[in-house]
């Protein structure tokens, strides 16, 4: 039997509420004077990092700690991938020293599935690949969500959700876009028609269509909107010209504090990281009341413990092959 976190897409909404119950019960080790449970005792956990990551790398690391597994880190650039080997055979090395599980960051989308089929002894955990799913922050951010909106009496059920940006090379708007569909929510998307996957244009993109809806006026896609995510302008993965310049993007689809009128009253702003200041959000939004992105990061450790617990475990997230 396998178990992987390899994205949202297949899981069913049991399986992420679960992980976000589960995330939610670990914020309170983080709190503790000794920030450590025994739930992975004996387990080894190795952070595969093909490309940079601040948040993501530390908080897999702080999250296997905390429940007292032990965690190696290989990077990209000091992994014998340098050298010309494959990464399935740099893969199949790490394997052989028997870890319980393999927590993947790659440039390419797929990389994980791809290790996920090919390794028969090791859990796969995504932690971003290429332009497709980043699962764990689609997680953190229904958990940051989640602790906002305790006491809306149907918690994070039947809310919109602005996501705003560039969505063509976002991993993170994949993943909450199959997460709020699982939830029930609406997602616009609201960005340059250069910046939206044309994929995503196909009607059976994510199967039933209604709770999507694509904006390309700034002000159109925010009105009355529960949540704004900012999304950073993914420049390294830009092959082509998406957009004339940073300065025409910024003069269309910057968010400015100016538009919190137009919001819900109770509206907040996620981000994932990093934040191009200035670029894509005003940092008086990113630092102001109505900001999670504190707390988005701070939540990452519990929903990295959560996904660890539940892979390494069998917790819950068994799957008789790889997605
Ligand atoms: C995101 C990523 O790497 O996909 N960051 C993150 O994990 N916190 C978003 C980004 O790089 O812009």
């Not at 690391?61 to 991938?81: C, F, H, P, W």
């Not at 509206?267 to 939004?285: C, F, K, S, W």
Request: overall charge neutral.
């Amino acid at each position: 039997m396998i178990r992987h976190l390899l994205g949202i897409e297949g899981l069913t909404l049991e399986e992420l509420e679960h992980l976000l119950l589960n995330a939610a019960s670990f914020v309170e080790v983080s709190k503790r004077d000794i920030k450590k449970v025994p739930s992975l005792r004996g387990k080894t956990i190795i952070n595969f990092f093909m490309e940079p990551s601040t948040r993501t790398r530390t908080s897999f690391e702080i999250a296997g700690k905390r429940l007292s597994a032990d965690t190696i880190n290989v990077s990209g650039s000091s992994s014998s991938v340098v050298k010309g080997e494959t990464l399935l055979d740099t893969a199949r090395s790490l394997e052989a020293m028997n870890p319980d599980a393999i927590v993947v960051r790659h440039k390419a989308s797929g990389a994980p599935h791809f290790l996920a089929r090919h390794l028969s002894d090791t859990v796969i955990i995504n932690a971003g690949d290429g332009m497709h799913e980043h699962p764990t922050q689609a997680l953190l951010d229904c958990l940051s969500l989640q602790q906002h909106f305790v006491e809306r009496p149907q918690g994070i059920k039947g809310l919109t959700i602005a996501i705003v940006g560039d969505i063509r090379h976002s991993r993170v708007v994949r993943s909450n876009i199959w997460a709020h569909k699982l939830l029930g929510n609406k997602v616009r998307l609201v960005a340059p028609p250069t910046l939206i996957p044309p994929e995503f244009l196909h009607p059976d993109c994510f199967g039933d269509p209604s709770f999507l809806s694509i904006h390309h006026k700034l002000e159109e896609g925010l009105e009355g909107v529960d949540v704004i995510m900012g999304l950073r302008l993914q420049m390294e993965r830009q092959s082509q010209f998406f957009i004339p310049s940073v300065q025409e993007y910024t003069n269309e689809y910057f968010v400015s504090s100016n538009l919190v009128d137009r919001l819900a009253p109770q509206a907040v702003v996620l981000h994932p990281g990093p934040v191009n200041r200035g670029v894509e959000i005003a940092t008086d939004l990113v630092d102001g009341p109505r900001s999670l992105v504190s707390r988005q990061v701070n939540n990452g450790v519990a929903v990295r413990m959560a996904v660890l617990f539940a892979c390494c475990t069998g917790d819950r997230l068994e799957r008789e092959e790889a997605a």
